[in-house]
């Protein structure tokens, strides 16, 4: 099996990993100290995913969604999103690596 042939699926991988990572950072963030002058780890890796909450949040009912709503929308949107981050970055190692042999 060539490595062509296991873009899509290493990207699916990839894009579930980083959205799952997202979202954890998420609900880290939300559970550690509030008003905690310091940046926590969950802060740091919620960054991650702030696009797709924000869309989750906003087409999901704006200052009326709930929290659940939000995480589920945002990590179907954020896993969508790397897949296509994933895949176009991995497609193009491929092609540098194809024109280099």
């Not at 939300?30 to 087409?59: C, K, W, Y």
């Not at 954020?78 to 280099?100: C, E, H, M, P, Q």
Request: net charge positive.
């Amino acid at each position: 099996m060539t490595l062509t042939n296991n873009i899509p699926r290493l990207a699916l991988v990839l894009g579930c990993s980083t959205a799952l990572f997202a979202t954890f950072g998420l609900l880290f963030a939300r559970n550690s100290e509030m008003g905690s002058p310091q940046e926590s780890f969950g802060d740091s890796i919620s960054h991650l995913g702030a696009g797709g909450f924000v869309l989750a949040a906003t087409f999901g009912g704006g200052h009326q969604v709930t929290f659940a709503t939000m995480v589920i929308g945002g990590t179907i949107l954020n896993t969508i999103g790397y897949f296509l981050v994933w895949l176009i970055i991995l497609k193009a190692i491929s092609a540098f690596k194809a024109r280099r042999s």
